[in-house]
């Protein structure tokens, strides 16, 4: 196709360049006719999709809302290394990120949640009704009131609606119990997950690693809360689902990765019947990377205009993603898309790690140039880099030591860090020179 040229598409005209690898599903062919791209336009197309081409371009409260309107939800993580994942997820993102914006979003405003969707996670208010699945799949686990979590979860339930917010530093006994990843814990924190996990209780406040639990009601507006599931049947919510996550993820295959957790009574059988149903709607269509052959991928037909325009130029800069970030769900996705293979290895013992306890993958333009391994001293209120491993062995340009620069001012500026230590194997690092100037 030349450039400039005029394509009907779907329900929609696409206007101006289209990149000449693009073979457009027209409205009158088979929902099985692929829309075939290269891997550089589909590695284009994620970053774009996912808000990062360029970095930290969204801005304020509004542009984190609108994040989540695009990709669902965010996936938390408590450790914090350099932040937390959502902060983590947001600072490559939102221009002039500071942690107490999402505080505000979750806490004061009431616009986003802590729920469960692929695992722990961040999702708007709207989205609640929804996961009326998940709730009623909870409650039918904790029903035995034999159990002493169980007993004690209702008890504390009553507590909590007569007393008010509820946390840990208020613990009514000593008894523990062996929970989650095998290890003790006090009988009220296993009866508070319980009470979660049911939506009896939400996040109320969260002070550091600390959470303050509030009944639902008074977290959530009424007129939510008693919405009805839109989904009718299984089918409905498999389909809203998989729809959901394939806007999380930007491009996706059938087969089963860790990015598919979280849609109840899903395996692979249903989800790629869910995947036919949805490419029979309308509401997505196949994708062939001319590089990939024999690998078919899914995507939303609403994101076709974003696809449509990522051919635009642009200069180049640099950000750091989380280990958790959106981008890096699907990670056998993202080594044959971008050639970069990342592994958290923070639940690896030292002596297995390649790299180092939580490195962050450094993205520059369109490529994945390095990974490092930052932590923040907070007794000196400064930013530590304790390793950094170039993707290439090479002396960075000047422009892309200026990219980087910025990248880490910006980081330090959402750490509220005064200031930058270096380890002596980083200070000897080739290509570093560019980090004395911090």
């Known amino acids: 196709m030349e450039g400039g040229s005029k394509v009907k598409t779907l ?61 669902g939800c965010i996936q938390f993580d408590p450790i914090n290394i350099v932040g937390r994942n959502p902060e983590l997820v947001l600072q490559a993102r939102v221009k002039d990120y500071r942690p107490e914006m999402l505080d505000e979003l979750l806490y004061t405003d009431h616009r986003l949640m802590d729920c469960w969707d692929k695992v722990s996670g961040i999702a708007r208010v709207e989205d609640y009704p929804y996961f009326a699945r998940h709730r009623q ?39 523990m119990i062996v929970w989650d990843w095998g290890r003790p814990v006090r009988m009220e924190r296993a009866a508070l997950e319980i009470l979660y996990a049911m939506d009896k209780v939400g996040i109320a406040h969260r002070m550091g690693s600390r959470r303050s639990f509030d009944l639902i009601e008074r977290l959530v507006s009424k007129s939510i809360l008693e919405s009805p599931d839109p989904n009718h049947t299984l089918e409905d919510y498999h ?9 999380g993820m930007g491009l996706a295959q059938a087969s089963a990765t860790e990015a598919w957790l979280g849609i109840q009574l ?53 950000s750091f993603l989380a280990p958790l970030d959106n981008l890096l769900w699907d990670r056998k996705l993202i080594s044959m898309i971008f050639g970069f293979d990342y592994t958290w290895e ?71 860090a005064s200031g930058l230590l270096l380890t002596d194997v980083v200070k000897s690092n080739q290509g570093m020179e560019w980090l004395e100037r911090i």
């Open 239 to 247: 389909d809203w689902h998989v729809y959901r996550r394939l806007g």
């Open 137 to 175: 799949r909870m409650c039918e686990r904790f029903t035995d009131e034999s159990k002493t979590e169980i007993r004690t979860s209702f008890e504390l339930l009553e507590v909590i609606r007569r007393e008010g917010e509820y946390d840990l530093t208020q613990p009514r006994s000593r008894d």
């Open 346 to 416: 923070i639940y690896k013992k030292p002596h297995q790690r390649q790299y180092g306890h939580y490195t962050l993958p450094v993205l520059y333009g369109e490529r994945f140039i390095a990974r490092f391994d930052p932590v923040m001293d907070r007794k000196k209120n400064q930013l530590l880099i304790k390793n950094w491993w170039w993707e290439d062995s090479h002396k960075p340009s000047r422009e892309l030591q200026k990219a980087l620069y910025d990248a880490l001012r910006a980081f330090m500026t959402y750490l509220g």
């Open 266 to 318: 899903m395996k692979t059988p249903e989800r790629k019947a869910s995947l036919e149903r949805l490419l029979q709607k309308k509401l997505i269509m196949q994708v062939e990377i001319t590089e990939l052959p024999g690998k078919t991928f899914f995507m939303r037909r609403k994101d076709l205009p974003l696809l449509a325009n990522v051919e635009i130029k642009m200069k180049n800069q640099a």
């Open 11 to 71: 329900n929609f005209e696409i206007r101006g360049s289209i990149p000449d690898t693009i073979f457009l599903v027209k409205n009158n062919e088979s929902t099985s006719v692929p829309l075939r791209i290269t891997r550089k336009t589909a590695a284009r197309f994620l970053l774009a999709h996912h808000a990062l081409l360029p970095p930290r371009s969204l801005e304020g409260k509004n542009g984190i809302l609108n994040f989540f309107k695009r990709v």
